[in-house]
């Protein structure tokens, strides 16, 4: 220590209190540089011999790194009592065990030259406050920072130049493991790689992750994983497997064969918190393709990544390309034909149920304009599913018949994973009864573990055992010959099962996709449609847009006229049943009513069947009444009884009559019959031939 160390040490400082400060950057360190951690503890013998009586250590940083000051509880404790003025001196082995960043560093180095706290290291005591302390001090901190950053770029150093020669052993996935030479192999547990190879065919086939983990639930096929550390590090496990999980299989160019170091970054994200981020293929540091073994090759995993960027959902361009719930036909292979960007599919309520409507969101997304274009769903896809039909009808037989191979296919690789699983049950359970039968009778405590052992097996087998069982008569249900003959009968009309209600709207997608590429829309007084074949063909045609729901809802002129005709002659309630009976409906395809009848009248304002009588001069039961004298019971009286002619406009009580002829019925006249009763009068003007 400098003869002029105490020098700087006044009574305002000794008033104080002296912090230690401790720390190792990791706990590895902690447990092995035991002698480090000694030497920062001895540094309290500095504090009394200066006059300290030093009760603060801070020690509880052991085991974090001093690259920043964020997680590390203990020195942010120690600058807030620096800040305060509690601290006369702080106390440091060395400037790396405080802060290995300048900005850390300087920041304590400005708050105790506010405060006048000394800083002491191994070398000597320092006042911030003095300029010459100070540039020493921001010297020594210059240097633990370069310090960290040689040592760092010496490990990574290594490090990529390890990768470089493909040589820098990675954890890897499951599958592939190191033989006693070093070298990535194939797992040699049979059916490790055959699960895994299952995994990848399946992709294969339905080209979605969800689709994968729906089919390996459905079949009941287990998958394995290791355990990575901890207790029973390197143990197989076997369980159901979820969608993030087969997408890391999907996504890891290990099982291409390839060798490959810097797939991800460590970022900093808004708060400043470092954050592992994956980087594009580009920017991999290392890349070495055919580098050991895989389960497929690297056209195929190309292939699968693009297939997973497509069903993203939310890239440009490729929004929805994979089927879907939904009745829109085309959903995810509509281009718009005016600016190129694939169309979306926005489904509206009609009549109670869904209708979809083709429109291009392209410019109002990307830069808030107008949709270019909307197209109605229903026209398109009757025009492109009739397109269909009409071209693949020839090759529905041999489609079905393939279909059905791949199902064969597909059914014995998941019975042959089934049995695989089968097999190692058993030997487990085999496995336990021979450790049951070699342990001692009389240690029970042993015994009764290991029996309890050799039972769970036993169970497990048993349930794996009905398991299979149940699986393989539901398989075989399928791949009987009965079964094989309805798909055959099935694929010789194939409009029949396009069009069969039983055919749901996401498996005539996934049927479309496997023959069409794209259809672009232009719309305009017609829809053009353009459909693009796989293969490159090309087909055109056009679509008449629907009609308005106005249009729709209109009834046919020909009703119109043969309703006017018959009011002639008719009731509204007489119309609807000859309406119905000449097979004429409304624009719902429901019969007619009376009710409908009328609302045709008003709409098309045609006159009523009352307003035409009058016009020919009928006239009501009061007129008739006071015409000829009597009351209007009695007309209506004679009415039913034929002697007065009448035409209804209504029901059986609405009615007109025709002017009386041979019959006047004057005031009195009523005297002539003796007060006789109207039954009466009507039968005796009967018999003398009223009209």
């Avoid at 990574?156 to 020669?165: P, S, T, V, W, Y």
């Avoid at 096929?221 to 979820?242: H, N, S, T």
């Avoid at 055919?503 to 017609?526: N, Y």
């Avoid at 249009?551 to 006229?561: D, F, S």
């Amino acid at each position: 220590m400098p003869s002029d160390s105490a020098l700087k040490v006044d009574a305002d400082h000794l008033r104080r209190d002296a912090f230690l400060y401790v720390r190792q950057s990791s706990l590895r360190q902690v447990f092995e540089n035991t002698e480090s951690t000694k030497r920062q503890y001895a540094l309290r013998e500095r504090a009394v011999a200066l006059g300290w009586p030093l009760e603060h250590v801070i020690d509880s940083d052991l085991g974090l790194s001093g690259a920043q000051a964020r997680d590390r509880d203990g020195f942010q404790s120690l600058v807030t009592e620096v800040a305060l003025g509690h601290a006369g001196i702080v106390l440091g082995l060395e400037v790396s065990r405080l802060a290995r960043n300048n900005a850390d560093w300087h920041r304590l180095l400005e708050l105790a030259a506010m405060s006048r706290t000394l800083i002491l290291d191994e070398d000597g005591v320092y006042d911030p406050s003095h300029f010459n302390d100070r540039l020493l001090l921001g010297l020594k901190g210059t240097m633990s920072e370069a310090e960290l950053h040689i040592l760092k770029s010496r490990l990574q150093g290594g490090i990529l130049n390890k990768a470089r020669r493909g040589e820098l052993e990675m954890p890897l996935p499951i599958g592939l493991v190191y033989d006693g030479a070093g070298h990535v192999v194939l797992d040699p547990d049979r059916q490790v790689q055959d699960t895994v190879r299952l995994l990848f065919e399946m992709f294969n086939d339905l080209g979605s992750a969800c689709a994968v983990v729906r089919r390996l639930r459905k079949q009941e096929v287990l998958f394995p994983r290791r355990i990575r550390r901890g207790i029973g590090k390197g143990d197989l496990l076997w369980g159901l497997i979820d969608v993030s999980r087969v997408l890391q299989i999907l996504h890891n160019p290990r099982y291409a064969g390839a060798f490959v170091y810097g797939r991800s970054r460590i970022f900093c994200n808004a708060q400043l918190r470092p954050v592992q981020r994956d980087v594009g293929q580009q920017d991999w540091k290392v890349l070495i393709r055919n580098a050991h073994a895989g389960y497929i090759d690297w056209s195929q995993f190309e292939r699968n990544e693009l297939r997973l960027r497509q069903n993203l959902g939310f890239a440009p361009g490729e929004r929805g390309r994979m089927p879907r719930e939904g009745n829109g036909l085309l959903q995810g292979r509509v281009l718009c034909g005016k600016c190129g960007a694939r169309m979306r599919v926005h489904y509206e309520s009609l009549s109670g149920q869904l209708r979809a409507y083709y429109r291009c969101y392209e410019e109002v997304v990307r830069r808030a304009g107008k949709p270019c274009q909307a197209v109605h769903g229903p026209a398109v896809d009757a025009a492109v599913s009739a397109l269909l039909l009409q071209t693949v009808a020839p090759a529905a037989i041999e489609v079905a018949l393939a279909v059905q191979d791949e199902i064969a296919q597909r059914i014995e690789q998941a019975a042959a994973r089934r049995q695989a699983q089968l097999q190692r049950t058993r030997y487990e359970a085999e496995l336990a009864r021979r450790r049951y039968a070699k342990v001692d009778p009389d240690n029970r405590l042993v015994a009764d573990a290991l029996e309890a052992e050799w039972n769970q097996r036993l169970r497990e087998l048993d349930t794996l055992q009905q398991q299979h069982e149940r699986q393989q008569h539901e398989d075989e249900a399928q791949l009987d010959e009965p079964a094989r003959k309805r798909i055959v009968d099935l694929a010789r009309d194939f409009p029949r099962v396009w069009n069969d209600a039983r055919t749901s709207a996401l498996e005539r997608k996934r049927m479309l996709a496997l023959l069409i590429e794209d259809v672009t829309l232009v719309a305009g007084p017609s829809i053009a449609v353009h459909v693009r074949w796989r293969g490159g063909r090309t087909q055109s045609l056009c679509v008449d847009k629907p009609r308005p729901i106005a249009q729709i809802r209109k009834t046919p002129p020909e009703v119109v006229a043969l309703i006017d005709e018959l009011l002639e002659t008719s009731t509204d309630r007489q119309i609807a049943v000859k309406l119905n009976a000449l097979g004429h409906r409304n624009w719902r395809g429901e019969a007619f009513t009376m009710k409908k009848v009328i609302l045709v009248r008003y709409a098309y304002a045609l006159k009523s069947r009352f307003e035409r009588l009058r016009e020919r001069g009928m006239l009501t039961g009061e007129e008739v009444a006071k015409h000829l004298g009597v009351s209007s019971t009695t007309v209506h009286q004679l009415g039913r009884l034929g002697v007065l002619k009448r035409h209804l406009y209504g029901n059986n009580h609405r009615c007109l009559y025709e002017p009386p002829g041979n019959v006047t019925l004057v005031k009195g006249a009523g005297s002539r019959y003796g007060g006789r009763p109207p039954r009466l009068i009507a039968a005796q003007l009967s018999e003398q031939g009223a009209v």
